[in-house]
């Protein structure tokens, strides 16, 4: 198929540090283009991709000092896809809602992933407008405020088999790796770690929008010999950082629509301990890939008992469900679907696929 991909402009395909979204687009291109698909990426000028690239800025927003519009940027990101839309089968937004009345106008064949939070009271107005659009969750949990909107499928995050080496051998402290914010626990994780009495080691982000609750409710915290606030890592330094641990902590407070560093860790062999909010019960099954609780005093006992938890069980539950070509597929499927609407497969006894006329598909869920 002719494939295009259009990334956020915030951060480079893939991010040199954190970015979730920008980090899901470059697997699933060089998925797909690894499986012979004609794809072409719009996404700042420092990407890197083996598909066809095409800039709309020269590097990713926020690590642009001189960018002070980021929405000018994605002005006319949209603006440039629609000046080629024709060259595809099927164009794959990873925006939001940015595009929504252009799309509309245009009649494309096209379909967004919502990558963020739905549980927003703005959102409902704007979805009960554009109700028409074709939309994928990359949770169950995810979808629930909006549970009526055109959705398509959902399709779980993966990730390629080699980017991370399972470490197998026992870890000898706790990990904490992504975003320093409220909803995300750090503080509760340094609570479980101190009353467990173990090590923490913190690799986290701290967005300006951040930088407050970080000074004020966070920084007290790592005054303890057993915390160890590391910043921001690269993809380079998380294999070691998360294999070398003995369990991942993600005690978040909000309803994630998905937690990519949760199979990150299992691609590194590591147990978690988590609170099973939002997609988390998608992700981590629980006694078999990590505890699932539901306090601190449980998180204590989890870590207590997580060498009950099989490192080789973890690795299994991502090779099993959580590898880029399981979601390369899942999309493929969905672009059949949009591309081909006066089709759809029908699984014959013999177990075999017959593309016959049927007339538009039902959304899946």
Same mark, same amino acid.
């Given at each position: 198929m002719r494939i295009a991909q259009v990334a956020p402009l915030y951060e480079s395909v893939p991010p040199r540090l954190y970015g979730g979204t920008e980090r899901v687009v470059s697997w699933l291109t060089e998925e797909l283009v690894r499986q012979g698909h004609d794809v072409t990426l719009f996404a700042s000028g420092d990407s890197l991709t083996n598909a066809s690239l095409i800039p709309i800025c020269t590097r990713a927003l926020r690590l642009d000092s001189e960018c002070v519009d980021s929405l000018a940027h994605h002005i006319q990101l949209v603006e440039r896809v629609l000046q080629v839309k024709e060259e595809f089968d099927i164009i794959h937004f990873h925006i939001d809602y940015l595009h929504f009345p252009l799309s509309r106008r245009e009649n494309l064949q096209q379909v967004t992933t919502l990558h963020g939070r739905l549980d927003i009271p703005d959102l409902v107005s704007l979805y009960r407008e554009f109700s028409e659009m074709p939309v994928v969750s990359i949770s169950n949990a995810q979808r629930k405020p909006l549970s009526w909107i055109n959705w398509h499928?959902?399709?779980?995050? /993966?990730?390629?088999?080699?980017?991370?080496?399972?470490?197998?051998?026992? /870890?000898?402290?706790?990990?904490?790796?992504?975003?320093?914010?409220?909803?995300?626990?750090?503080?509760?994780?340094?609570?479980?770690?101190?009353?467990?009495?173990?090590?923490?080691?913190?690799?986290?982000?701290?967005?300006?929008?951040?930088?407050?609750?970080?000074?004020?409710?966070?920084?007290?915290?790592?005054?303890?010999?057993?915390?160890?606030?590391? /910043?921001?890592?690269?993809?380079?330094?998380?294999?070691?950082?998360?294999?070398?641990?003995?369990?991942?902590?993600?005690?978040?407070?909000?309803?994630?629509p998905f937690g990519i560093v949760l199979i990150e860790s299992l691609a590194c062999g590591l147990p978690i301990v988590a609170y099973p909010l939002g997609s988390v019960p998608e992700i981590i099954e629980d006694n078999v890939s990590g505890f699932l609780v539901n306090s601190v005093e449980e998180a204590v006992k989890a870590v207590a008992n997580i060498s009950k938890i099989s490192r080789k069980d973890c690795r299994r539950a991502f090779e099993r469900r959580f590898t880029s070509q399981r979601m390369a597929n899942d999309y493929l499927s969905i672009y059949q679907r949009i591309a081909k609407p006066e089709t759809e497969a029908i699984a014959l006894t013999d177990g075999d696929l017959q593309w016959m006329k049927l007339g538009p598909p039902s959304s899946t869920t």
């Open positions: 499928g959902t399709v779980h995050h /993966g990730m390629p088999e080699d980017t991370f080496t399972p470490h197998l051998e026992d /870890g000898k402290y706790l990990a904490f790796l992504g975003r320093v914010s409220p909803e995300k626990g750090v503080d509760r994780a340094i609570e479980i770690a101190l009353r467990a009495e173990m090590p923490l080691k913190i690799a986290a982000k701290v967005d300006r929008a951040d930088k407050e609750y970080f000074e004020h409710y966070i920084k007290p915290l790592l005054e303890s010999e057993l915390v160890e606030f590391i /910043g921001e890592i690269s993809d380079l330094e998380k294999n070691e950082f998360l294999g070398q641990a003995a369990a991942f902590l993600f005690p978040i407070n909000w309803s994630e």
